[in-house]
């Protein structure tokens, strides 16, 4: 629960951050008037890439959940076991190339960490497992609101993922699965050289996320 708090406050810090950045470093690339902007994409960049830390994935929190109930709760009938599950946190590097200024194709590289820990009656270590997802996908963001410091935009990521779990026990196991992902909202702030981004996601990324990135 710390860990989320942290990484929540420092996605809306990134949006606080960001405004500053921009006024510091903007570059006359854009044209303005009253109703909106509409940028110049002859001259600005169209190649980005963004690095990102998260809280839980939606697939991360429910597989999570499958192993407490499962393993912990069921343990916990029978011998009245303990679980304790930590999230080491979601990690992500995107790259996304600028056809124009609505359609961005790209990819992105997630990954996810889990540990879960099992106790007897007297709290000694039982199990310990470590889970971890990596995925692959190849994504398509769409901007429906540009604004000369702000983009509003959502997206679609299918790819595939790898799940990694190794246990105290000498389990050690991995399966390869279908990865998806939506993006349902994404807020860009910044210039064309360097932005923030806080995201909500639904799938193999993170719930709520917080990065930056650079364009060129």
Same mark, same amino acid.
């Given at each position: 629960m710390k860990t989320n708090v942290i990484i929540i406050a420092f996605a809306f810090s990134v949006l606080a951050l960001m405004p500053y950045l921009a006024l510091a470093q903007e570059q006359d690339t854009m044209i303005e008037s009253k109703s909106e902007v509409t940028y110049d994409?002859?001259?600005?960049?169209?190649?980005?890439?963004?690095?990102?830390i998260g809280t839980v994935s939606a697939f991360g929190g429910?597989?999570?959940?499958?192993?407490?109930?499962?393993?912990?709760?069921?343990? +916990? #009938?029978?011998?009245? /076991?303990?679980?304790?599950?930590? *999230?080491?946190?979601?990690? +992500? #590097?995107?790259?996304? /190339?600028?056809?124009?200024?609505? *359609?961005?194709?790209?990819?992105k590289i997630v990954y996810e960490g889990l540990t879960t820990s099992i106790y007897d009656t007297t709290d000694a270590l039982v199990n310990h497992y470590n889970t971890s997802t990596l995925s692959i996908m190849p994504s398509v963001q769409l901007s429906y609101l540009n604004r000369k410091y702000v983009k509003l935009y959502s997206g679609i990521d299918l790819g595939v993922a790898v799940i990694f779990d190794d246990n105290k026990q000498g389990s050690n196991t991995s399966s390869t699965f279908?990865?998806?992902?939506?993006?349902?909202?994404?807020?860009?702030?910044?210039?064309?050289?360097?932005?923030?981004?806080?995201?909500?996601n639904i799938g193999m990324d993170a719930l709520i996320k917080g990065g930056f990135g650079v364009r060129f």
């Open positions: 994409y002859s001259l600005a960049p169209r190649n980005e890439i963004s690095t990102s429910i597989f999570d959940l499958f192993k407490v109930v499962i393993e912990g709760v069921g343990n +916990g #009938l029978s011998k009245n /076991y303990r679980t304790d599950t930590k *999230f080491i946190g979601t990690y +992500g #590097l995107d790259y996304y /190339y600028q056809v124009n200024k609505w *359609f961005r194709p790209g990819a279908f990865a998806f992902n939506l993006t349902v909202l994404g807020v860009r702030v910044g210039n064309d050289r360097i932005f923030g981004v806080v995201e909500t």
